[in-house]
């Protein structure tokens, strides 16, 4: 038929080793833009698949996962993280700061002052530190 169902895709290339570390919900909202919604990857949607960077910040499936963990961190699911959710996440994480305070930090991606961050403000601070 020159397609295969998204979760026939899902599982041959997902469970695989290099793929294995995305969280389950960014792989499905990943393969639901890549299939624009219709439960099946094209030979063209593959290919296109087999072009993506996985190491880039600015590829779908990095922007779905990155979505997704905040969305994680967002437990009260108002659309934004707050300073004690930023720093609860961190925690869990078991990430450290270095030579910085958490506040200093917090600080840094809240671009508009508003003492939280918001899904857009999180994305362009991760790619600009990204790109440092």
Known sequence: SGRVSTDDFRRLV????????????AVDRYLRQLSGNT??????QF???MHVDTNSVDNPLVLAELTEAFNEVDTNKDGFISREEAQRGITI??????????QQ????????????????????????????
């Open 14 to 25: 997902f469970d695989t080793e290099p793929l294995q570390g995305f969280r389950g919900a």
């Open 39 to 44: 439960g099946y990857i094209t030979f063209d």
């Open 47 to 49: 290919r296109e698949f």
């Open 93 to 102: 994480a078991g990430e450290r700061v270095w030579g910085i305070s958490f």
């Open 105 to 132: 930090m917090c600080h840094l991606f809240d671009d508009n002052g508003d003492g939280q961050l918001s899904l857009d403000e999180f994305l362009k601070n991760i790619k600009k530190a990204y790109r440092k």
